[in-house]
């Protein structure tokens, strides 16, 4: 590579964003200056959004993912979107290479009558809601004795043990103040989990499903099908894991529990019903002799998976950037030079934190591969380009200033951390000279 050292800008700091880098640094050695834009002030994505906030120990991978800013020719640029305050083209015309880490922030519908029903919301929302992020609409909870979830993967999973659990359980973790109070004006007595196939199909994993199954005070019911008649020889380890952890927690229900969490597979949700708000949803049977099945609901969560966003000027088909092992090609499969994708965007909502490490070793090693190849070409300055704007960055001392500041909020309750979620809040805390 040349005396200069080569640009390269990485938009979405996410873990797969976050991955890239290192990647990169790793392979490429000192001869890199990396960029990483973020719409947000705050890097880490969906583990910082989207993980429970009551899994802590998955959260602890930020530590590792933010060494990357520790090398001396990575800046972080927050409060910078594509498609908002830079184009796909600016980015092309300022940097060697361009990597959209992008994650995928839209949320699938159901498409049936009354999906839009006060009451009835995404999951997506949800969790985006009880993890502070700062775009998220409230979520009033006021009454809800009746919670259905639709679907059964480990989004699901959350959504429903966050229903379920003891509110004094989640007051340790970094969730803000409001959504611990709009919490306990809920009073959740029966959640339902409902999957279209049976629970050995179900993408749920086995240690996410026992934590949900073992919330402590929780009687477990089974609906739609009978764990007897599954050929378990048939099914993978995991499939068999899952029916055995189910078959343990209905088994060992209590009588009269407080709340329960009932199970349904083999059906479909066909409406939602309700006058002025939900009030019920009917499934339909997905398997043959099953019959239709009417929930009583206050609250309708589907979570029916996550979905990629189009970005102004980015090739976009179906939810995903398309891609030849993250070189991203226009959807008639010819080349863009210059521009990659990598995790949830790259590959579509799937995979956990680790995956996106294997992810963005195969779209650094293409990067650097495709930059070895090229001689360097004359750039545009961004920063000069964004300054016309008006277009502030923020930077990585007004992330910190943000950790310190969700760090003594944490503090004066006896947490370790509590989120700041308002815009206005977190604005305040970048500096704006
Ligand atoms: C509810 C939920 C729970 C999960 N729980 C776990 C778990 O317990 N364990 C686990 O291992 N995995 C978990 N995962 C999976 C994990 O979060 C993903 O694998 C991972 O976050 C995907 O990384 P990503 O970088 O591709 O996308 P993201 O994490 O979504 O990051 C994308 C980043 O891009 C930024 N961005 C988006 N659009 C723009 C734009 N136009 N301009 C600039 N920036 C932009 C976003 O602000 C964000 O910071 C969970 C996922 C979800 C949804």
């Given at each position: 590579m040349g005396e200069e050292p080569r640009r390269i800008a990485i938009i979405g700091a996410g873990p797969s964003g976050l991955f890239t880098a290192a990647a990169l640094l790793a392979?490429?050695?000192?001869?890199l200056a990396i960029d990483i834009f973020d719409r947000l002030p705050t890097p880490f994505g969906l583990l910082r959004y989207g993980v429970a906030p009551d899994h802590a120990s998955i959260k602890a991978v930020a530590t590792t993912l933010a060494r990357v800013f520790e090398a001396p020719r990575v800046r972080f640029l927050g409060l910078v979107e594509l498609g908002r305050d830079v184009s796909a083209a600016e980015l092309v015309a300022a940097y060697d290479a361009v990597i959209y880490?992008?994650?995928?922030?839209d949320d699938r519908h159901l498409g049936i009558p009354g999906e839009d029903l006060p009451g009835s919301r995404s999951a997506r929302q949800f969790v985006a809601w009880y993890s502070g992020h700062p775009d998220a609409d409230p979520q009033p909870l006021a009454g809800v004795r009746d919670a259905v979830v639709v679907g059964v993967g480990n989004v699901a999973v959350d959504v429903a043990r966050i229903l379920l659990k003891d509110r004094d359980d989640l007051s340790a973790t970094d969730m803000p103040d409001a959504v611990l109070a709009e919490l306990r004006t809920a009073a959740v007595e029966h959640a339902w989990l409902v999957g279209r196939r049976g629970p050995e199909h179900a993408s749920f994993t086995t240690p996410e499903l026992r934590e949900l199954l073992e919330t402590p005070g929780i009687g477990v019911e089974l609906l739609g099908c009978d764990l007897a008649d599954i050929d378990e020889e048939a099914l993978e380890r995991h499939a068999r894991a899952n029916l055995a952890a189910i078959a343990r927690a209905v088994d060992a229900s209590p009588a009269e529990p407080a709340r329960w969490l009932h199970l349904l597979f083999w059906h479909r949700p066909a409406e939602l019903e309700g006058e002025g708000r939900v009030q019920s949803v009917t499934f339909a049977p997905t398997a043959e002799g099953g019959s239709a099945v009417t929930v009583p609901a206050d609250l309708v969560l589907r979570s029916i998976g996550y979905r990629g966003l189009r970005l102004p000027g980015v090739p976009y088909e179906d939810g995903r950037i398309p891609n030849l092992e993250g070189r991203v090609v226009e959807t008639d499969g010819s080349e863009r030079p210059g521009e990659y994708a990598v995790g949830w965007i790259k590959r579509g909502p799937v995979g956990l934190i680790g995956s996106n490490k294997k992810d963005a070793a195969e779209t650094a090693a293409h990067v650097l591969e495709d930059l070895a190849a090229l001689p360097p070409r004359p750039l545009e300055d961004l920063d000069a380009v964004l300054a016309a704007r008006g277009v502030r960055p923020s930077n990585l001392e007004d992330w910190r200033r943000i950790d310190l500041a969700e760090i003594d909020r944490g503090t004066i309750r006896g947490r370790e951390r509590t989120k700041v979620e308002a815009w206005h809040d977190l604005l305040a805390l970048v500096s704006r000279p």
């Open positions: 392979q490429g050695g000192d001869d880490a992008v994650g995928a922030a």
